[in-house]
């Protein structure tokens, strides 16, 4: 992930340490995904803001904001192939109800 304006910063975040992808439809063909990570994110909520999840200041969760929908089997796809004991699927008729949920 890369933010920053004023002071630039990249951050390597493994596919293997992701443990669930959260979808939350923005309607118009976008949604926000939060990546629930299986470690503790190495970093501040406000060091990454706005790429963060609202309000989870204490535990912060990367935040992949208003990208394409066509976008989340892509991520599915490269979570499975991370963690291949793990099973991922995508809930399309889930994400409609309009509160975060798994898409990973």
């Given at each position: 992930?890369?933010?920053?304006?004023?002071?630039?910063?990249?951050?390597?975040?493994?596919?293997?340490?992701?443990?669930?992808?959260?979808?939350?439809p923005l309607g118009g063909g976008y949604v926000d995904i939060v990546l629930v990570p299986t470690e503790r994110c190495p970093l501040g909520?406000?060091?990454a803001w706005p790429h963060v999840r609202?309000?989870?200041?204490?535990?912060?969760?990367?935040?992949?904001?208003?990208?394409?929908?066509?976008?989340?089997?892509?991520l599915a796809d490269a979570l499975r192939s991370?963690?291949?004991?793990?099973?991922?699927?995508?809930e399309p008729d889930a994400t409609r109800?309009?509160?975060m949920e798994a898409a990973a």
């Open positions: 992930m890369r933010f920053g304006a004023a002071v630039p910063k990249a951050v390597n975040l493994p596919l293997g340490k992701i443990g669930s992808a959260d979808v939350k909520w406000l060091q609202p309000w989870k200041v204490a535990d912060p969760q990367p935040m992949l904001r208003a990208v394409s929908e066509s976008f989340v089997p892509m991370a963690d291949p004991a793990a099973t991922v699927h995508a109800r309009g509160g």
